[in-house]
Nanobody
Framework: AVHLLESGGGSVQAGGSLRLSCRAS????????MAWFRQAPGKQREGVAG???????KYADSVKGRFTISKDNAENVLHLQMTSLSPEDTAMYYC????????????????WGQGTQVTVSS
């Protein structure tokens, strides 16, 4: 069975940083798109960043220059380094996977983690 487990969420003040991790079992990172999504209360789930099997990276405009996605294929771990956080980044962050290319729209994904909460205070 495929399983994604996120970690690293927490509370931080505006301007701070957090590093999220997603560990997978049952899939091989080298053949899957791995992506991060987030969902704030009352809002739709939105794509944050994705990394294709060939290493091509996509970011949402709202996080470009502040967030960095990376993966360790040997360890099957995905990371999201978040810097210059603002209260608008407060959300539940989810890891997701799909075979092939990443698309930063949640409808393309059926494999999801349970999420990790990120709260940024002003």
């Amino acid at each position: 069975a495929v399983h994604l487990l996120e970690s690293g969420g927490g509370s931080v003040q505006a301007g701070g940083s957090l590093r999220l991790s997603c560990r997978a079992s049952g899939i091989t990172y080298s053949t899957y798109c791995m992506a991060w999504f987030r969902q704030a209360p009352g809002k739709q789930r939105e794509g944050v960043a994705g990394i294709d099997p060939d290493g091509t990276i996509k970011y949402a405009d709202s996080v470009k220059g502040r967030f960095t996605i990376s993966k360790d294929n040997a360890e099957n771990v995905l990371h999201l380094q978040m810097t210059s956080l603002s209260p608008e980044d407060t959300a539940m962050y989810y890891c997701a996977a799909r075979a092939g290319t990443c698309y930063l729209a949640p409808s393309w994904y059926v494999i999801w983690g349970q999420g990790t909460q990120v709260t940024v205070s002003s």
